[in-house]
């Protein structure tokens, strides 16, 4: 732990349980609640949905594990950190690139989440008001293009999501992130519990139909597109490939365990998913909503069904509670290796690092909510700003720093010690490096190459 004597020494998690439920906190978000249902009902349900878990397994984890491995050799930022491991295993500086890509890309995520963000903070107001009571979707179809439409109303919310991300971020790893994971992490857990009881209570047979259509293995529906989605969305959903997991290995003791910690964090960002989307699509089916019906699945569709229930109103403003700190979880973390950059790097304290990176990205915020309205015809690729960031991040920048990731660890480190470090056997170690010398590589490839042809 930094001591107040030792001032130059670099911060650290004050327990293995603050990590575990910052890296937690940090993947599981609007990932989750957000991002996932929608994707698995855009894309034919079950075939999505249990590609993602093999890759959130076989690929992710792994990777996970490579990105707190090199983090807690580097003990710096993700771009000094990589710089200063590939020199010492006697390689390249160029492997900065790695961490460059990755703090440029949490970077670009945080300017659009936290709009996202934003509009989950003002869906707890509106649902507290009765905005939602007796609606049908006409209406709240049309509250949310309302809403899309009014940049000053957007414009006020990421600022205040923008500005709590920085003012938990200001407070520093231990006092901040770590203290913010474990008051939000519990609640968080409850509240989802509650929510898929009340889903099962009132929704009836609809629970069935949310099951099969959720867990119904259906390969056929399983194409590039899908696999380069679910790939890119195992990468986004554990916070890995951007130099957020590399940075809060960098704060990690010696004595930590990774890879059962990593197991860990994986089961529980996976049961998040698959419990959000047992809370949410029995509500769509009971109330004949359409499941692939996008971004805007729970903000238009939810609310319908909120509205017409028995404590509706009350299950909604715990919903939009829940995504709330969901989000501010993931986005103290995205946040967090450009502070650790510049706090590193430049003469700025803590406090100032964050005012800076946080003014840019809120900048930065302003485009994609522009994406919504005025800039809607602004277009690049046929994606506007916010659909081209999403794109760029997700499909694109955190494949291939993953690709990186696994590279570097798998070829470029002495396996070795890699071996003792992980504590694993003669057996399991071959099967490490089974998936991360040849499998991984070689399946984001194709993945990528496929999924960007198609
Ligand atoms: N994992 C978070 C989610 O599921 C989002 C997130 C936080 C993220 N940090 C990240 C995504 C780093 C990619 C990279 O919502």
């Not at 439920?21 to 698995?40: E, Q």
């Not at 009340?198 to 959720?214: E, I, K, T």
């Not at 010690?417 to 991360?436: A, D, H, V």
């Amino acid at each position: 732990m930094s001591t107040g004597t030792m001032k130059k020494s670099h911060s650290q998690w004050s327990s293995r349980m603050g990590f575990m439920l910052a890296a937690a906190g940090s993947a599981v978000g609007l990932g989750n609640i957000w991002k996932f249902p929608y994707m698995a009902g855009q894309m034919g349900g079950s075939a999505f949905v249990l590609t993602y878990l093999l890759f959130m397994f076989m690929i992710g984890l792994p990777i996970l594990v490579l990105e707190w491995l090199i983090g807690r050799r580097g003990q710096k930022n993700p771009i000094h950190t990589m710089e200063d491991v590939a020199v010492a295993e006697g390689h390249s500086k160029s492997w900065r690139w790695v961490g460059i890509i990755g703090v440029l890309g949490s970077f670009l995520i945080l300017s659009f989440y936290s709009v996202i963000g934003g509009w989950a903070t003002d869906y707890i107001f509106l649902a507290a008001q009765g905005t939602f009571e007796g609606v049908n979707g006409e209406v709240t179809g049309q509250i949310f293009t309302d809403f899309l439409g009014n940049v000053n109303h957007l414009l006020t919310w990421h600022t205040v999501f923008m500005f709590a991300t920085a003012f938990i971020v200001a407070l520093g790893v231990g006092a901040g992130l770590e203290r913010a994971c474990k008051v939000m992490m519990p609640g968080l857990g409850i509240l989802l519990l509650i929510l898929v009881g009340y889903a099962a209570y009132v929704s009836g047979p609809s629970f069935g139909q949310a099951f099969r259509f959720l867990f119904t293995p259906d390969f056929s529906a399983i194409g590039g597109t899908a696999m380069l989605a679910a790939l890119g969305h195992a990468f986004f959903s554990l916070s890995l490939g951007m130099g957020i997991m590399m940075a809060y290995g960098s704060y990690l003791g010696k004595d930590v365990n990774l890879l059962s910690t990593a197991r860990t964090v994986v089961i529980m960002d996976v049961i998040v998913a698959m419990l959000s989307g047992l809370a949410i699509f029995p509500l769509v089916f009971a109330n004949g909503l359409e499941p692939g019906s996008g971004p805007g699945l729970i903000f238009v569709t939810l609310p319908i069904a909120f509205g017409n229930m028995a404590g509706g109103t009350i299950l909604g403003v715990l919903f939009f509670i829940f995504l709330t700190f969901a989000a501010l979880t993931s986005s103290i973390s995205l946040l967090e290796p450009t502070v650790e950059l510049l706090e590193e790097k430049t003469r700025m304290g803590r406090k100032t690092a964050t005012t800076v990176s946080s003014l840019f990205i809120w900048a930065l915020g302003i485009a994609c909510i522009l994406a919504f309205n005025e800039w809607a015809d602004i277009k690049l690729f046929n994606k506007n700003i916010f659909d081209l960031l999403d794109y760029l991040t997700s499909k694109i920048m955190l494949p291939i720093t993953g690709l990186g990731t696994v590279i570097f660890g798998a070829w470029m480190m002495k396996q070795d010690l890699i071996r003792k470090e992980l504590n694993l056997g003669p057996f399991w170690f071959s099967i490490w490096t089974l998936l991360t010398r040849f499998i991984i590589p070689v399946a984001i490839v194709i993945i990528l190459v496929f999924g960007l042809i198609q």
